[in-house]
């Protein structure tokens, strides 16, 4: 298997350390070099999958299994952990980085330097509606697809 210049598949193909903590047939998770606080973990599937669009989703559902394992056991690992976020960025706009899709786990507690800005207003329900319509067409074209 080659790496196509992903640092991830490196990973999986065991050319590039990793601090790893859990592997199976279709993934594997592994500490975060940059680690938002400690105990920060990414889940990955072995296969590369650029992001959802390509993600297979029986692998997803494989990636989420080992991701909610991995956060109950960051709350019994001993390192600070009051709470936990899983977060998937899809896409350079959402703040993807690595093109390989991945799943963050991190442990996260009150002070912890972890920052989400967004206009948090609550909107009008005609606005909700209107959005809820396209996300349903949405839905429907990928039945059609
Ligand atoms: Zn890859």
Redesign the pocket.
């Known amino acids: 298997m080659t790496d ?1 210049g ?1 640092v ?2 490196a990973i999986v193909n065991g050319r590039a350390d990793a601090s790893v903590v859990h592997e199976d047939d279709s993934v594997i998770a592994f500490m975060d070099l940059q680690p938002v606080t400690p105990g920060h973990v990414l889940v990955i599937p072995k296969a ?1 999958a650029v992001g959802l669009e390509d993600l297979q989703e029986g692998v997803g559902v494989a990636v989420w299994k080992v991701a909610h394992q991995l956060g109950r056991a960051l709350r019994r690992s001993g390192l600070r952990c009051e709470g936990v976020n899983l977060f998937l960025a899809d896409g350079e706009a959402a703040f993807q980085e690595v093109f ?1 899709v991945h799943l963050h786990v991190f442990p996260r507690f009150a002070g912890d330097p972890f920052r989400m800005e967004a206009d948090w207003r609550v909107q009008e329900r005609a606005q909700l509606d209107r959005a809820a319509a396209a996300v349903r067409g949405g839905l429907a074209a990928l039945d059609a697809g």
Request: aromatic share 16%; proline share 0%; charged share 0%.
């Open positions: 196509n992903c991830f598949c590369h390989h």
